[in-house]
């Protein structure tokens, strides 16, 4: 019942997604499992740090990653905090403890080359499913929406005489993305294909299934990987890594950190900072070439 409310408050207070709902009951119910199998435990009332200390020691002798641990315990955490602010417990068992350290990701982006590569020379079919697949990944480069963004656009956010998309990202925060020229007409181009669907069910959406529902994640995960898979070499290939390599290529271009923040839909810059990784990586090398000194090194 506990782990219930928190989570309606999550969804209906926090407008959090459902997969990220998903995500934080998965991680509690797992510590909620361990308490009661170890120390036959239900009653959260009860719980103190070295119970939790020894659910962490079980999960590194499991082989679970530092960064996996982390979350699981971050997920915890704001549980503990949700049940203080309903004054059902009045400590926090986790308020001392310190995330364990973990070694930072860098997520290698696509190069130009690449993209250019899926874009232009890999074959798209002339069908409803090509066209759809094309614009799915024009939107995600020319755009850098999240996933999630992407497949709950609906036709009402578009607006091809402005040039304009309107997203609903985290939180609910709403923001207006400028549309390229090329990508206007992709998006015309679909939208006469979609018309040749014989079933429509979800009339609002822009981007549908074969059999006229809106997408879903895993669909458009597998769409990425697949097309990748033909140009790319590199390990992850994700609409993640679309919408690193969409704030990359901006910062190499010149792009200034806080236009690049507004159009990823962070609210901080500390977020937008993690690309700058390579935007600093191709800065070095054009310094190399075009610093005077550089050839006498």
């Known amino acids: 019942m506990l782990l219930q409310s928190f989570l309606d408050y999550l969804l209906l207070e926090k407008n959090y997604s459902e997969l990220t709902i998903k ?4 991680d509690i119910q797992s510590f909620l499992d361990f308490l009661k199998e170890e120390y036959k435990n239900e009653n959260l009332k009860e719980v103190n740090y070295a119970q939790i200390r020894s659910w962490i020691i079980q999960m590194v002798n499991q082989n679970i990653s530092n960064r996996s641990i982390n979350r699981k315990i971050s997920s915890l955490n704001s549980f503990f ?4 602010k309903t004054e059902y417990i009045k400590i926090n068992p986790l308020a001392k403890h ?3 350290k973990t070694s930072k990701k860098v997520q290698v982006p696509f190069s130009e080359e690449e993209i250019n590569s899926v874009l232009n020379k890999i074959s798209h079919a002339d069908s409803f499913e090509g066209v759809r697949n094309k ?4 939107l995600f480069y020319a755009t850098g929406i999240r996933r999630v963004e992407l497949i709950n656009i609906k036709l009402k956010d578009i607006d091809l005489e402005s ?3 309107k997203i609903l990202g985290k939180r609910n925060k709403e923001r207006v993305i400028p549309l390229l020229n090329m990508l206007v007409e992709s998006i015309k181009t ?3 294909k979609r018309k040749s669907l014989e079933v429509i069910e979800d009339k609002d959406y822009l981007l549908l299934t074969a059999k006229g529902v809106k997408l879903y994640e895993t669909l458009v995960y597998r769409i990425i990987n697949e097309y ?4 790319s070499s590199k390990v992850k290939k994700s609409p993640h890594i679309l919408r690193h390599s969409f704030a990359t290529h901006l910062l190499n271009q010149g792009a200034e950190l806080n236009a690049v923040k507004e159009l990823l839909g962070h609210s901080s810059l500390a977020a937008t900072q993690v690309y700058t990784h390579n935007s600093i990586a191709e800065l070095k090398k054009v310094y190399a070439k075009a610093h005077p000194r550089s050839k006498k090194d």
């Open 98 to 100: 310190k995330a364990l």
């Open 163 to 165: 040039k304009t998309v």
């Open 135 to 138: 614009l799915i990944i024009e």
């Open 228 to 231: 990748f898979s033909l140009a």
């Open 23 to 26: 995500a934080y009951g998965k």
């Open 81 to 84: 905090k949700f049940l203080i």
């Open 190 to 192: 679909y939208l006469e």
